[in-house]
């Protein structure tokens, strides 16, 4: 894959298969998280939410992989048998179990889920697959930012405020605070435009932002 087929495709696939080609696991399962987040209340079972925060937890702590497993099979008891599970159900329990775990199947599956609406034309779910896939695009490039123009840190950009900014955002998942850690990033001395404009973008941003974690010294 060249920069510009990455900063140009509109389907996650392609790159997903560069991405996995780069070995980044806690970016790729908190992707898969954030895939699954993007269904909203089609999530409507507790046991799928803790299990996603399990997984959160597990991509920052692979320590925790016997929680992930038990919130896994607690995901799994509640899943109607046979045909009746849903593509909500395929990319939740994806997710989050421990192995194998294929980020693509779960981009995929929850592209199907937010597109899955009764009532609508082929045509029309199809185009909102489309719509989905792109915004997972843009998410995947949220999380990698450009590759093949890694930016390099200035330990000058870790002031007091910008770290607890980053830490408050990551932890709380507020990312509408994003913009506010643009304006300290700058008042720290931050001219880099690509960390400034992926601050101030309207996303979509969620755990695992380039920015938040080359400020944490996530990987």
């Known amino acids: 894959m060249t920069e510009a087929e990455w900063l140009a495709c509109k389907y996650p696939t392609p790159l997903l298969d560069f991405a996995l ?11 898969a998280v954030a895939s699954c987040r993007r269904m909203g209340d089609r999530i409507r079972d507790e046991a799928y939410e803790k299990a996603l925060r ?7 702590d692979p320590a925790r992989r016997s929680k992930l497993t ?4 607690r995901a799994e008891a509640v899943v109607p048998p046979g045909p009746r599970r849903s593509w909500v159900d395929w990319a939740v329990t994806a ?11 779960v981009a995929e ?3 199907r ?4 609406v009764p009532g609508k034309s082929k045509s029309t779910i ?9 915004a997972q695009a843009l998410l995947l490039r949220g999380f990698f930012g450009n590759p093949f123009r890694p ?13 607890a900014l980053a830490e408050g955002i990551y932890e709380d998942r507020v990312f509408d605070r994003l913009p506010f850690l643009a304006d300290a990033l700058q008042d720290a001395g931050c001219e880099n435009e690509e960390v400034l404009t992926h601050c101030r973008s309207d996303g979509p941003h969620a755990r695992g932002c380039w920015v938040v974690d080359l400020l944490l010294g996530k990987s």
């Open 126 to 134: 199809s185009r909102l697959q489309r719509i989905e896939a792109g």
């Open 151 to 163: 930016v390099a840190l200035d330990p000058g950009w870790r002031t007091s405020t910008v770290v």
């Open 21 to 31: 080609g780069q070995r980044r696991w806690r970016k790729l399962r908190l992707f």
């Open 54 to 60: 399990a997984a959160e937890e597990y991509a920052d």
């Open 109 to 111: 599956a929850a592209m």
């Open 113 to 116: 889920a937010v597109a899955d």
């Open 70 to 73: 038990r919130a896994w099979n």
């Open 95 to 105: 997710a989050v179990q421990p192995a194998p775990f294929l980020p693509g199947y």
